[in-house]
């Protein structure tokens, strides 16, 4: 929790953020590359005349989209939310937006605090691909079986190990409850809405390219049901194009609640034995 110096108030403030992820080296903040976090706090920065340092809900890879990101900060500079917005929106570069600003508790942290995270992969079946207009943000793929699909997907649901679909973290875990997958279809469009308390690194991509097979006939939904069994990446899991992803959400509990989220968060989870589930 950040603490008050003497005459300065800190004041935290919620982020809602929007982007188009093509030409950005991910959301974190690396030397020399153009990133969502780079951006933002440089212009922020400006704006506000002194360093803002952002917190982010979920860090999403190179050329992965954004419309519901969730990011807060600390400053002790007399902020008001709609100038600051109006401002900002021209400082910053046409591919990210700040859509809400708002005060909140210092008790909420926009990772820690979150109770689920939601994104959509975005595909087309048409034979001639994505629309133009679309084609930064929806993958082209062949005809595929979806209902073999959405039986593969229910296969996954619940708190499991998803280690083979998750790219290697040090000290990360790869546990994670995933409470939706489920795939929608209008016309040639397809998309598939996934769900969880949180996601480790790759993991969706990989859920939506272990599903595609199942849907092109090259595995079955036991295939992918097997999948959880393994205890490290599996090099059989193809992982979809990043430009198909969007975070479209980031949900959180109530303020009195938001302290005993962020330590239930920080807890390690682990599979007891046997194959049941536990913290």
């Not at 199942?214 to 899991?237: I, M, Y």
Request: hydrophobic residues 40%; aromatic residues 8%; proline residues 5%.
């Amino acid at each position: 929790m950040p603490r008050d110096e003497p005459g300065h108030r800190i004041t935290r403030f919620r982020l809602d953020i929007s982007y188009d992820g093509t030409d950005f080296t991910g959301w974190a903040r690396q030397p020399g590359l153009r990133t969502v976090q780079g951006r933002l706090e440089e212009s922020l920065g400006k704006v506000l005349r002194e360093p803002v340092q952002l917190t982010v809900a979920g860090r999403t890879d190179a050329g992965v989209h954004a419309e519901g990101q969730v990011a807060h900060f600390d400053t002790a500079a007399d902020v008001d939310p709609d100038k600051l917005i109006h401002r900002m929106a021209k400082f910053l570069p046409l591919d990210v937006r700040i859509a809400g600003i708002r005060p909140v508790s210092t008790e909420f942290d926009a990772r820690f605090s979150a109770i689920r995270r939601h994104y959509v992969y975005r595909l087309t079946t048409a034979p001639y691909g994505a629309d133009p207009l679309a084609a930064r943000s929806v993958v082209g793929c062949r005809p595929v079986d979806l209902e073999a699909m959405r039986a593969a997907s229910r296969t996954l649901l619940g708190l499991h190990d998803f280690a083979a679909f998750c790219r290697r973290r040090e000290g990360a875990t790869t546990i994670r409850e995933l409470q939706r997958y489920e795939w929608v279809r209008d016309g040639h469009r397809l998309d598939a809405y996934v769900s969880a308390d949180a996601f480790c690194w790759s993991m969706v991509r990989s859920l939506v390219g272990a599903v595609l097979a199942v849907g092109e006939g090259r595995r079955t939904p036991e295939w992918v049901a097997g999948l959880l069994e393994e205890r490290q990446r599996s090099s059989s899991v193809t992982v979809a194009p990043a430009h198909g992803l969007s975070l479209i959400g980031v949900d959180y509990p109530a303020e009195s609640e938001l302290a005993a989220r962020n330590a239930q968060t920080r807890e390690v989870r682990s599979i007891a034995p046997g194959g049941c589930c536990g913290d």
